[in-house]
């Protein structure tokens, strides 16, 4: 469980210098960027992309340069022909960012890979501002991508990729998915409420269907369990009013 930021990385031109040249870019600006570490360039050919004969060292990154989608949800394991690539850790706690370029067999360049950044909010790593910083800097990774001409597709958890709030960002880093349904239903019931925004990116916790629910707040039984445990916990809080509401049937 916890935030993850996925990614794929493409290039229409299918030449090895324009791939090792994109990448190189991307290497330079994450060395100016404030990370706990930046790997040197690593290129991979052959048997060394094969998960089968790869060096055990290198197994994480030939899995993520084996992952070609070929839909948003669908892909195909396959070994590539070539990576180039480096391996970044955004910061303390957080599993590592890895961008680069795969030569797949029909010659086209692209990598995929995934970051769960949440897990540099853990207290002892740094908190909540070190999550921020962590998750920030993948993001900043993956602008740069495009600036320089890259396609870059891009599914973020916290939804930081679209709505750009810092502020946002800042909320669901602990107890995610009750928190997720309680804002998704007060964005609703109260449009002029601080969670309001037009691309409120809690939309993504709940279904259009319990979203109205949630604005009537006539719900059937299980949803009202869950909002009625939403409000034990201190997420949300009902008047009387819209207690009795809540606890009629529709």
């Known amino acids: 469980m916890g935030f993850t930021i996925h990614y794929t990385i493409e290039t229409a031109e299918q030449s090895e210098p324009n791939a090792r040249r994109l990448v190189d870019q991307l290497h330079q600006k994450a060395i100016t960027l404030d990370l706990v570490s930046v790997s040197d360039l690593i290129e991979l050919t052959g048997a060394e992309c094969d998960l089968e004969s790869c060096d055990g060292s290198k197994r994480p990154l030939v899995f993520q340069g084996s992952v070609e989608f070929v839909d948003e949800d669908e892909f195909v394991m396959e070994p590539p022909s070539k990576i180039i690539a480096f391996v970044t850790h955004p910061g303390s706690g957080s599993e590592a960012a890895r961008f680069g370029l795969c030569q797949r067999q029909n010659g086209k360049w692209n990598f995929s890979s995934f970051c769960k950044t949440q897990y540099a909010s853990n207290a002892k790593c740094g908190g909540l501002d070190n999550f921020i910083k962590a998750h920030k800097s993948v993001v900043t990774m993956l ?25 946002m960002l800042k909320l669901p880093t602990t107890k995610a998915k009750p928190k997720f349904l309680g804002v998704a239903i007060l964005a609703r019931h109260d449009p ?18 319990e979203a109205r629910a949630g604005v009537e707040l006539h719900v059937a039984s299980d949803l009202r369990e869950r909002f009625l445990e939403l409000e034990r916990q201190g997420w949300v809080q009902f008047d009387e009013e819209k207690r009795r509401k809540l606890m009629e049937k529709p």
């Not at 409420?193 to 279904?207: E, I, L, Q």
Request: with cysteine; aromatic share 14%; glycine share 6%.
């Open 143 to 167: 602008d740069y991508a495009s600036e320089i001409g890259l396609t870059v597709k891009v599914k973020d958890e916290s939804g930081y990729w679209k709505h750009r709030d810092t502020e």
């Open 192 to 209: 002029n409420g601080p969670y309001s925004k037009d691309n409120c990116y809690f939309r993504t916790a709940v279904s259009d269907e």
